[in-house]
C-alpha cells in the first residue's frame, strides 16, 4: 500500500488493521481458477497453446533495491508449487545493480508482492524487474523507458502513484510503445483509498490501463 502527498510518490506504508480483522490469504490456484487464467488457450497453427505467459516478458518497474528477491521469490514458489522464472533484475539504466544499491523496507515488501503474483499469473513468462535509483517520479520514468525499449517485453507493470498534476501529460509519452517495438500494455495502480484520494497517475494517463483492487469471494468450488 502506498501513501500520497500532491505531486510526490513516496514509500510503500502498511496500515494496522483492527484487531478484531480475521486476516485470510489466497493461493495462486484459487485465484487463477476464480478468475479463469489456468484455463485459458490459444490455437496456433502448430495446435493449442496455454496461456501462461510461456515465450513473454512481463516488466516491473520498482524503486530501490531488493537484495532478496531471488530467494524470496524461490520460497513463494516453493510454497505454491510453482516453477522458478526466468528472472533478471537490472537498474533504471538496464545495467547490473551494484551490491551498494540503496534499499527500503516498504519498497522491498512491494517488490516481493509484485514479482510473487506476476509469477504466479504468468507463470510462464519471464520476469524482468527494473529497480529505479529512487522513488522519485523521474527515476521511476527512467525505468520505466529502460523497460518499454527491452526486446521481448510486452507489459510493463507500475504498483505506485502519485497525485495528478497540470503537467502529468508531459509524461504520457514514456507509456507509449516505441517504434519497432512489439505492442506494450503499460498497467498502473489506481491508488489504494478509492475515491477518497482523487484520481492518480499514471494511471490516469489515457495510455495507461488502470487497476484497481476487488473483493473475491470463495465458493467451496
Given at each position: ?36 487464467l489456468?484455463?485459458i488457450e ?47 533484475v537490472v537498474n ?45 517520479i ?84
Open positions: 500500500m502506498k501513501n500520497r502527498r500532491r505531486g510526490l510518490c513516496l514509500r510503500p506504508q502498511i496500515d494496522l488493521l483492527d484487531e478484531r480483522c480475521l486476516l485470510s490469504s489466497l493461493t495462486p490456484a484459487q485465484v487463477t481458477a476464480a478468475y479463469g489456468n484455463a490459444f490455437t496456433t497453427s502448430s495446435g493449442t497453446v496455454k496461456g501462461d505467459g510461456s515465450g513473454e516478458t512481463i516488466a516491473l518497474i520498482e524503486a530501490y533495491n531488493d537484495p532478496t528477491i531471488t530467494s524470496d521469490l524461490h520460497t513463494f514458489d516453493q510454497a505454491f508449487n510453482l516453477p522458478d522464472p526466468n528472472l533478471t533504471q539504466a538496464g545495467n547490473a545493480v551494484s551490491a551498494t544499491a540503496p534499499t527500503n523496507s516498504g519498497w522491498t515488501e512491494e517488490e516481493s508482492l509484485d514479482v510473487e503474483w506476476a509469477h504466479a499469473i504468468a507463470p510462464g513468462a519471464n520476469i524482468l524487474v527494473v529497480e529505479a535509483n529512487s522513488q522519485n523521474q527515476d521511476l520514468l527512467t525505468a520505466v523507458n529502460t523497460a518499454r525499449n527491452t526486446p521481448g517485453v510486452v507489459a510493463v507493470s507500475m504498483s505506485w502513484d502519485f497525485s495528478e498534476t497540470p503537467n502529468e501529460t508531459s509524461y504520457d509519452p514514456y507509456f507509449t510503445t516505441p517504434s519497432g517495438h512489439q505492442g506494450i500494455t503499460f498497467i498502473a495502480s489506481s491508488g489504494d483509498d478509492g475515491s477518497l484520494a482523487g484520481a492518480s497517475y499514471p494511471a490516469a494517463s489515457p495510455n495507461v490501463l488502470s487497476v484497481g483492487g476487488t473483493t473475491l469471494l470463495l465458493s467451496s468450488s
